[in-house]
């Protein structure tokens, strides 16, 4: 936090120095990215992150989309990359980011996004993933999350950014290999879950682990993630889960 002289922002555990929330996944044929926030090219300089074949957004709020334009990368051999979002998602970042979505008028080293709608339950590929889009209530404004199968498997549900989550996306992700859970703090939040609403979505689902997120300067990792039951663990920058084949790994930024 900005100015802040509090226990965790002074903290010397490199689990404390958090940059905002994101998810890049790997598979053999594809790999991609969910949300480019603000520090998305540190992100991909500290990962090594080389190749992104496409990008899915869960919502246009900054702290999840202000990284967009280092995708340019991504797009060298005028390459066209796969942007997927709600259709307002997608809206919101053909306003902000005009300049990449102006047609044949591009320049040259520009991001070349193709825009690709996506609807609340309705599957899309990318690779041999499949990525099912799952609306959630954030605040006043609806986000996306992501449960991502291969060969019929669920493997892993991407909820960030979430105050509500429904029947309809409990019964989904119900016993998912690795759930990504949005858990802002430990008091009260009008638009994201604390620790006990996470810890009640959590005990729902009945993952195989679950893995809290967009942690903020109250968190202290050590102490806060000592105090949860078991099966349930703190995500960190830097953190890399792989899932055993035949599923893919997926390298959380």
Not at 91 to 111: H, K, Q
Request: proline residues 9%; charged residues 25%.
């Amino acid at each position: 936090m900005i100015g802040c002289d509090c226990p965790v922002c002074r903290s010397a555990d490199p689990r404390d120095r958090r940059t905002r929330s994101s998810l890049y996944v790997e598979t053999p044929e594809a790999a991609w990215v969910i949300d480019t926030g603000p520090e998305f090219r540190v992100q991909c300089l500290r990962e090594n992150v080389r190749r992104v074949d496409a990008v899915v957004y869960t919502h246009a709020h900054t702290d999840h989309v202000m990284g967009f334009d280092d995708l340019r990368r991504f797009c060298e051999g005028d390459k066209w990359l796969p942007i997927y979002g709600a259709p307002e998602t997608l809206d919101d970042l053909r306003r902000i980011f005009f300049f990449a979505f102006n047609g044949p008028n591009l320049y040259p080293g520009y991001v070349k996004p193709d825009p690709r709608p996506v609807e609340p339950f309705a599957p899309f590929q990318i690779g041999e993933t499949t990525l099912t889009p799952l609306p959630m209530k954030h605040g006043r404004s609806v986000a996306r999350g992501y449960l991502l199968e291969r060969g019929g498997r669920a493997l892993a549900a991407y909820l960030s950014d979430c105050k509500e989550v429904g029947e309809e996306v409990i019964r989904r992700i119900r016993g998912v290999d690795v759930l990504i859970l949005d858990a802002l703090r430990h008091r009260e939040h009008p638009t994201h879950m604390n620790f006990d609403e996470a810890l009640a979505l959590t005990g729902r689902v009945r993952p195989g682990v679950a893995w809290f997120t967009h942690l903020c300067h109250e968190i202290g990792h050590a102490q806060a993630e000592a105090a949860l039951p078991p099966g349930v663990r703190l995500a960190y920058d830097g953190l890399r889960l792989e899932i055993p084949a035949p599923a893919p790994a997926a390298y959380a930024c």
